[in-house]
């Protein structure tokens, strides 16, 4: 409070711009920061804005936090985090974002287990920056093209990603699966995670849902690209309910 008691004179609009004023609140709030928010933030750091996913791998990346071997005493993750409220927050360019809490009411270290994601985040491939700027140019000439099939191999895609087959001369896209298996070698969704219980665990959604945002949480679920939200979803249903 002492720190900020020389910025009281300013008159409201004043302070919209006050580079000295605003490193004064990060610098306050840098500890609240690193306790509620830096946990949430490993997989959009690595990743980089996935857009309407960026909350769900949020999500996942606290999880997964919540559940990594931590220096010190062994502690039941499971028991520590259950009952443990998470805040949502989504926001788009404009005036629209919603807000909603969910609260953990059952294990969740399964999650944490099935997405493994030190060892997936290790297994992916680096390209130089010319190969990436190829890449961006293919996508920009393609764009809003009609009649054609990429020819980007699926070999090394993450097992469970959906990609483009083919978009038709009336424009209408049609998306392909690289199978998931847990006999392939280089898959690593962690020693207790069985795919087969993917569906059966879908068709068990855990959520409670009250209102239209808890609705609309269930449709977004199954719709984000990649397996690791796609399973993350899928399993995170089974131990979180979400409240108003």
């Known amino acids: ?52 996913a960026s909350m769900y791998t949020g999500l996942l990346s606290l999880i997964h936090n919540w559940h990594k071997p931590k220096g010190g ?21 404009g005036l629209a974002a919603t807000m909603f809490s969910i609260t953990a009411v059952g294990a969740t270290s399964h999650i944490a287990q099935a997405a493994n994601l030190d060892e997936r985040l290790e297994e992916r491939k680096f390209v130089s920056p010319e190969e990436f700027s190829k890449t961006l140019k293919d996508r920009e000439e393609k764009y809003g ?7 980007s191999e699926t070999g090394e895609l ?15 896209r049609k998306y392909g699966r690289v199978p998931v298996s847990p006999m392939r070698p280089n898959i690593n969704y962690g020693q207790k995670a069985f795919h087969s219980r993917m569906g059966k665990m879908a068709s068990q959604r855990g959520f409670h849902t009250r209102g239209e945002s808890s609705r609309a949480l269930g449709s977004l679920a199954p719709g984000i690209h990649g397996a690791t939200m796609r399973m993350g979803m899928q399993l995170l249903s089974k131990s979180l309910r979400l409240i108003k």
Do not use: C
Request: glycine share 4%; aromatic share 12%.
């Open 1 to 52: 409070e002492q720190e900020l008691n020389k910025f009281r004179h300013l008159l409201p609009e004043k302070t919209y711009d006050d580079r000295e004023l605003e490193n004064a609140f990060i610098k306050l709030a840098r500890p609240m920061y690193a306790s509620k928010v830096e946990p949430s933030v490993a997989l959009p750091q690595e990743l980089g804005n996935s857009y309407t």
């Open 73 to 93: 005493t062994v502690v039941d993750t499971d028991d520590h985090t259950r009952n443990k409220k998470v805040l949502m927050f989504s926001y788009g360019s």
């Open 158 to 172: 993450f097992p469970g990603t959906y990609y483009l087959e083919s978009v038709d001369a009336h424009g209408r």
């Open 145 to 151: 093209k009609f009649d054609w099939k990429p020819e």
